[in-house]
């Protein structure tokens, strides 16, 4: 793919406001963060999803999608998602059970929601190896694989997939906005194809 620069970014931008919305500012309330959020020693948001956030704190593809429906680019800190995974005991649980890398680990930042129950997360460790990959989570089946590989490009690569596919989709006009079918955010992932 060619490289995440402004022209593609506002591209992108085009493709989410088709249907959806872009918000300015994050929502202090849901520890949304922005471009220029503090992190600790050694975390720091991939340079292309700060550049994104500098255009909007929070991507929503659909209107009043709840932050849960279409593909919601929301970027929450590590330290403020431990309710996807239930409490305390339940993500250390999580973190047990799927592993060192596993994002319920204090170096994974909520960076994408799909669903109420899809959760996407972007490592934000510099020094990693992983950093700027994701992984994507089923919190209900208890269920956590890598979703891209790094450079954080890639998951932007799929964002743009997804946008411009179902971007293209029109409402009819008997038809509510929730009754268009919008292909699966994860089909457009070449490591989820056969």
């Known amino acids: 793919m060619t490289e995440w620069n402004e022209s593609r970014m506002q591209e992108l931008k085009k493709h989410f406001l088709k249907q959806g919305e872009i918000h300015p500012e994050p929502n202090q309330e849901k ?3 922005s471009h220029e959020a503090a992190l ?10 700060q550049n994104i956030l500098k255009i ?17 680019i929301i970027v929450v800190h590590p330290e403020k998602t431990t309710n996807i995974f239930g409490d305390d005991e339940c993500r250390a649980e999580w973190l047990e059970d799927h592993g ?12 994408c929601v799909t669903s109420e129950f899809d959760f996407y997360f972007v490592n934000v460790r510099a020094e990693s190896p992983q950093y700027g990959a994701t ?7 208890y269920e956590e694989d890598l979703f891209t590989e790094p450079p954080f490009e890639r998951f932007l ?11 293209a989709k029109v409402q009819l006009e008997d038809e509510d906005v929730e ?13 989820n194809k056969e």
Not at 179 to 191: G, H, M
């Open 100 to 111: 060192e890398e596993s994002c319920a680990g204090k170096d994974w930042a909520l960076v």
């Open 179 to 191: 009754d268009i079918e919008y292909d699966d955010f994860r089909s457009f992932n070449p490591l």
């Open 31 to 33: 520890h949304e963060l």
């Open 40 to 49: 600790e020693d050694g975390l720091a948001l991939p340079e292309t999803l």
């Open 157 to 167: 690569d799929i964002v743009e997939a997804y946008a411009k596919t179902n971007a």
């Open 135 to 141: 992984r994507h989570i089923v919190n209900n089946c």
């Open 56 to 72: 909007g704190a929070k991507w929503n593809f659909v209107k009043q999608s709840c932050d849960c429906f279409g593909c919601n």
